[in-house]
């Protein structure tokens, strides 16, 4: 059975609906980017590149047919050096695209808090 509230409860919801989307959209938007950032570093002079994907896993390696002068060791070295630095701006990048993304929210956080 309807009631005369029926029409208003379901415009209510609807508007309460969009408004969480729009409010959760730029948390969306920063998982979307988040998945997409790649972490680069180099290492001997450049000859060796690293660069990392979001769940840290090596996403590419390239080593200039130069730093075959190396030798096994320091190339191997190099290898870990452009790895590490890769994974540091892959930090860095998240750090600062998550501050920048959860910054519209922390007004809210903090009026839950008082809660």
Do not use: C, N, S, W
Not at 12 to 23: G, I, K, N, S
Not at 55 to 79: K, Q, Y
Not at 100 to 115: C, H, I, M, N, S
């Amino acid at each position: 059975m309807k009631t005369p509230d029926d029409g208003f409860l379901d415009e209510e919801m609807h508007r309460l609906l969009a408004q969480f989307q729009a409010d959760t959209r730029p948390l969306r938007e920063l998982q979307e980017r988040l998945t997409d950032i790649r972490g680069r570093g180099e290492a001997a002079h450049g000859q060796v590149t690293a660069e990392v994907l979001p769940t840290g896993a090596l996403g590419g390696l390239r080593i200039d047919p130069r730093a075959m002068r190396l030798g096994a060791d320091a190339l191997a070295e190099a290898v870990l050096a452009a790895a590490a630095a890769a994974a540091a701006d892959l930090t860095a990048q998240m750090a600062g695209m998550m501050t920048d993304g959860l910054t519209p929210f922390a007004d809210e956080v903090k009026r839950f808090g008082q809660d």
